[in-house]
């Protein structure tokens, strides 16, 4: 810190220091300049610094010490009122609240000194002629807290007319509405709280505590999309600060009963220092009965040695957290309840803790949640099958015989039937019995292996599931099963295509499968050789068909001849023999090949006929376990040909079938991610909001294997976020997608604009500070690209960044930057715009004192565009010189410098001439601001208005309206002066 030597630097420092964000960095100085300011003999400067340590304090959880600096504060109030400057007197009185709350919070304050507290408020507040709304607020406020008397001193407040002195409108908002939930009036305290939500009433801290304290009443009456948003938006402006221990509390109570566990492990993880936070009792018995809702939920599910985030200095499992938690939240609600002559403190958090998940499924929230992996594996409270599940044979060998016939016809619960043969086979105390329908002990490994074949392709792990496939045919073959072990082997040729890189189709070995599988079918007719049975040899041609498909795609759009040929023979050979064979199920596969390619080369007529058929095919043969993969792709299809109403109805039928047969190898994230495009299309916001989100939560299911799938979603998701207005929500989103520890693994560019997705966001939230840091850090991860047009892009909205943030030494050296990376990679009109902009902000920061310097920005401007117009680089030459004069206007203008303002706005109008219909709205704002020179600033009214009155009739003759609409409306404001 500088030196302190006199009382003008102690008010330079306490600004500086008011500047900072709330912390402990902040809290140290201010306590520090309370030391400096007592050197003088100043009662201005020592009240600043007693008011800016008791803010510190507030805002940085140690409210319970508010108290005794306020103390001082109102010694020197009472000894030397003339000392304090006008804001500074305000605060006393205003602070009389700040010190009741900070009372009523310290269990070891009695009630009684919180009384005298309200009595020397209301005394107070009645002296200096002031409205007792406040002082009726913090009585509200001790019958709430102690359960006294509640709905009448509600009443005496609520009823009362809002003073001077009142909080602001926002947070009384939040206290009301709080006041309905604890009543059990859900659906008051929403509606109390819809002009917070709306913005009509909000300040610093608003709306999100509003978010936070909303989040289990959304959920409780329906409104899960909204509770998403409100967790997004509460938890970001939460996170990390020491004074929001009860917020992150209450978000992650929300995680856990919203089936988000990991999430809420997640977030306690990134805010464990608030257990080091003591100095707000009441808001850390918020905080930690929130955590425990999370802890205890996990213990439930029997996750007690799962290791967690808790107190530092210790490792923590759930069961020993949940343990610290009980005792010191039991204790610290039992000194409430000691001091305040009730139970209300510890049956509020009874209630908080019986209460249970609020929702049948885990509510996507749209961001990813990498703790506990083995969590987020799969939902906390799994779906249940809308159907009776395939009872379990007690007797093994029937168990055996029914999982085979499930298996034939592919039905889901055959993989369970399996799982419990592969449980009963393995048991230590297991004695196979030779003779029965299960068959030999090497036949049942045979299947077992080409089971965990199944389940590892299942988990998108190819070389595993090939393994074991090529284990479950030399089995097969020890046991004389050819046709068996022949179908597994040509299954081995074909899992890794379209999947593992560099794997390409084995035609020679395919010709070969085939070739020995009609061998064995005509031996087995013969009678002459082990037999093969008729899904056998289908599978064989559906091997074959697959690899042709396969080649046929890769090869789009223009494939080789014998390419296109040999699938149509391979398709149409299968569905033939399919068909001629009884086999619907295996005929539609065919159909859905067929129906694939046809859509991929434009015959969506086509492509929705065969799908259409292939469905009909499934109804008649009763299998509708194999219509969500129809399903999908017809919605796919339908999709594509401009049909999304019909779609988005074909995607929903696919999800809830896949839903109703429990098939979890169902592609539900790339289903939910078309449905979620097909909802947007359809200007159904909230629709394709839920659907992204369970397409990223889908994804990550699969783990690292779908992790690159998931942060692509998900910055689908941000835009449709961002475009819909919501630019906190996708903020949100995009740093879940960068703070993923995957991220480092995912594609360089999708994170790039991931990166550069979230600076713009940050902007527009004006968050410069951090949108700066990201322009700067992507701008070094894309400095080495050999494509340079980005960094030119990126350079130049750093620029802009850092000017708003107020950085303006680092602003100019990144324009320099930009400029230079201007020379090597173009990009007129952006680097011209990020100029003007800048000369705009710089006459913002320094009014006319920065003339030069704007004028400066300009000249750069031009040179960009003269440079542009001698070289080749695509740009809007007719824009660039309309918007650099009209710039000059406003900058001229702001100097006070009228006539050149309003000459260059008139040469912004003829530059804007020459773009035609394009420029005319432009060209409707140059005139605005002339014709606001000229009438107010010049005086010449009758001009100005001729010259908006002709502009308007021009902007109604090219449909322009609105712009019309204003331009009458500044002449007619223009009149009203002149009168």
Not at 409 to 428: C, I, K, M, N, Y
Not at 767 to 796: I, M, P, Q
Request: with cysteine; proline share 4%.
């Amino acid at each position: 810190m500088d030196v302190l030597d006199s009382v003008d630097a102690v008010m330079a420092a306490l600004r500086e220091n008011d500047a900072r964000p709330y912390g402990r960095q902040r809290t140290v100085t201010a306590e520090e300049l309370v030391d400096a300011a007592e050197q003088f003999d100043d009662t201005g400067v020592r009240a600043m610094a007693l008011l800016e340590l008791m803010e510190a304090y507030e805002y940085d959880g140690e409210r319970s010490k508010a108290p005794v600096v306020f103390a001082r504060v109102l010694k020197l109030w009472d000894t030397d009122r003339d000392g304090f400057g006008e804001w500074a007197g305000q605060q006393v009185l205003w602070r009389f609240k700040w010190v009741a709350t900070a009372l009523l919070g310290t269990p070891d304050v009695p009630l009684e000194a919180v009384r005298r507290w309200h009595t020397e408020m209301h005394d107070r507040y009645r002296a200096a002629g002031h409205g007792l709304q406040p002082y009726y607020a913090q009585r509200y406020h001790l019958a709430a807290h102690t359960g006294v008397d509640t709905e009448n001193a509600f009443e005496l407040w609520a009823a009362r007319p809002r003073s001077e002195l009142s909080d602001c409108r926002a947070c009384e908002i939040r206290a009301q509405a709080g006041h309905h939930v604890r009543s059990g009036d859900d659906r008051r305290a929403l509606e109390a709280w819809r002009p917070v939500f709306e913005g009509e009433s909000t300040c610093a801290e608003e709306p999100y505590l509003s978010h936070a304290h909303a989040l289990l009443p959304l959920l409780r009456e329906g409104r899960s999309d909204e509770a998403r948003s409100s967790h997004l938006v509460g938890y970001r402006f939460a996170r990390g600060k020491s004074g929001m221990a009860r917020a992150v509390g209450l978000h992650i109570e929300f995680c856990a009963l919203s089936g988000n566990e990991p999430r809420g492990l997640e977030i306690l993880a990134e805010n464990r220092d608030l257990f080091a936070v003591t100095g707000d009792p009441v808001g850390r018995l918020d905080f930690l009965t929130g955590v425990e809702v999370l802890i205890a939920a996990l213990a439930r599910g029997g996750h007690g040695g799962l290791a967690v985030s808790g107190p530092p200095g210790t490792a923590w499992t759930v069961d020993s957290l949940l343990a610290h938690l009980r005792a010191e939240a039991d204790a610290l609600a039992a000194r409430f309840d000691a001091r305040n002559g009730t139970d209300a403190v510890s049956a509020r958090r009874r209630v908080r803790l019986e209460r249970r998940p609020l929702l049948a499924e885990p509510l996507a929230l749209g961001v990813r949640a990498v703790a506990a992996p083995e969590l987020a594996a799969a939902p906390a409270t799994p779906p249940v099958p809308l159907r009776a599940a395939e009872p379990e044979p007690a007797d093994f060998a029937a168990l055996v015989v029914r999982a085979r016939e499930l298996d034939l016809s592919g039905h889901p619960d055959a993989d369970r039937l399996w799982q419990r043969v592969a449980e009963r086979f393995t048991a230590a105390d297991y004695v196979h019995a030779e003779g029965t329908g299960a068959g030999t002990a090497g036949r049942l490994r045979a299947e077992l292996a080409e089971q965990r074949a199944h389940l590892a392709l299942d988990r998108d792990d190819w070389s595993g599931g090939r393994a074991a496939l090529l284990e479950a045919g030399e089995l097969f073959e020890q046991e004389g099963l050819a046709g068996q072990a022949l179908v597994v082997r040509t299954r081995a040729l074909v899992v890794e295509l379209g999947d593992v890189e560099g794997a390409t189709s084995d035609w020679p070995a395919l010709d070969a499968a085939l070739a020995e599988a009609d061998a064995l079918l005509a031996a087995g007719a013969a009678g002459a050789g082990p037999a093969l049975t008729t899904d056998d040899y289908l599978i064989v041609l559906q091997c074959r068909a697959f690899a042709a498909h396969h080649d046929l795609i890769r090869a789009l759009p223009e494939p080789l001849a014998d390419t296109a040929e040999r699938f149509e023979s391979t398709v149409t050979a299968y569905r033939r023999e399919s068909t001629e064979r009884g086999s619907l199920r295996r005929s539609a596969t065919a159909r859905q090949y067929g129906a694939d390619v046809a859509a991929r080369q434009g015959r969506m007529a086509e492509a929705v006929a065969e799908l259409r058929g292939a469905l009909e095919q499934l109804d008649s043969a009763e299998l509708p376990w194999h219509t969500p993969r129809v399903l999908g792709l017809l919605g796919q299809v339908l999709l594509q040909s401009g049909e999304q109403a019909e779609a988005v109805e074909v995607f929903h039928r696919a999800l809830a079938e896949a839903t109703r047969w429990a098939d979890d190898s169902y592609p539900f994230g790339a289903t939910y991610m078309m449905l979620g495009h097909a909802c947007a299309h359809l200007g159904d916001n909230g629709a394709a909001v839920r659907a992204l989100s369970q397409a990223a939560a889908r994804f990550d299911r699969k783990g690292p294997a779908g992790a690159e799938e998931a942060a692509q979603v998900r910055l689908q998701l941000a835009d449709l976020l961002r475009d819909a207005g919501r630019a906190a929500d996708a903020v949100a989103v995009l740093e879940s997608v960068l703070l993923d520890p995957a991220a480092p693994d995912l594609d360089v560019r999708m994170l790039a604009q991931a990166r550069l997705d979230l600076a713009r966001g940050l902007f527009a939230l004006e968050e410069f500070r951090d949108s700066a840091e990201e322009y700067l850090r992507l701008a070094d991860e894309v400095a080495g690209w050999e494509e340079r047009h980005t960094h030119t892009v990126v350079a130049g909205e750093a620029v802009l960044a850092l000017a708003e943030a107020g950085r303006w030494e680092a602003a100019h050296a990144a324009r320099e930057r930009a400029l230079a990376s201007h020379a090597e990679a173009p990009r007129p009109d952006q680097i011209a715009g990020m100029l003007r902009e800048f000369a705009r902000l710089t006459m913002h920061e320094q009014g006319p004192d920065g003339l030069d310097s704007a004028l400066e920005r300009l000249a750069e401007a031009d040179a960009v565009r003269e440079a542009a117009e001698r070289g080749d680089e695509p740009h809007t030459s007719w824009y660039l010189r309309g918007a650099a004069h009209y710039e000059r206007a406003r900058v001229y203008a702001v100097a006070g410098r009228y006539e050149t303002a309003l000459a260059e706005a008139e040469l912004a109008i003829t530059a804007y001439q020459a773009g035609g219909e394009p420029a005319e709205t432009p060209r409707a704002e140059a005139v605005r601001l002339a014709g606001l020179i000229e009438g107010t600033d010049l005086g010449r009214t009758e001009a100005a208005r001729a010259r908006l009155a002709a502009a308007a009739e021009r902007c109604r003759g090219f449909g322009l309206h609105e712009a019309a609409a204003i331009l009458t409306g500044l002449r007619e404001r223009i009149g009203q002066q002149e009168r």
